[in-house]
């Protein structure tokens, strides 16, 4: 569901970003973050990236289908009014 890779890149962007002094903690505050992007991003109601794309491409079909049958009535629609 959630990339742990994604999450590893981000935290090591943030322990990258601290100062030369606090490099011996880096590592424990690398793990800290991991854990609590990993339990913030599990509580987000999210999709992944396949059912995103999945449902993508249904909702191209439907939008299609959808322009098919507007087409349609309108035909049907002219060819009535023009029998009346």
Not at 8 to 22: S, Y
Not at 54 to 61: G, W
Not at 63 to 82: F, G, P, V
Request: aromatic share 2%; no cysteine.
């Amino acid at each position: 569901m959630i990339n742990a890779k994604k999450i590893e890149e981000i935290a090591k962007q943030v322990t990258d970003a601290i100062p030369p002094g606090l490099k011996s903690m880096a590592s424990d505050f690398e793990d800290k973050t991991k854990t609590v992007l990993q339990r913030k991003l599990s509580q987000l109601d999210v999709v992944t990236r396949e059912e995103f794309d999945i449902q993508t491409q249904v909702l191209i079909k439907t939008r299609t289908k959808l322009a098919e049958l507007e087409a349609r009535l309108t035909a049907l629609e002219a060819t009535s009014n023009n029998i009346e």
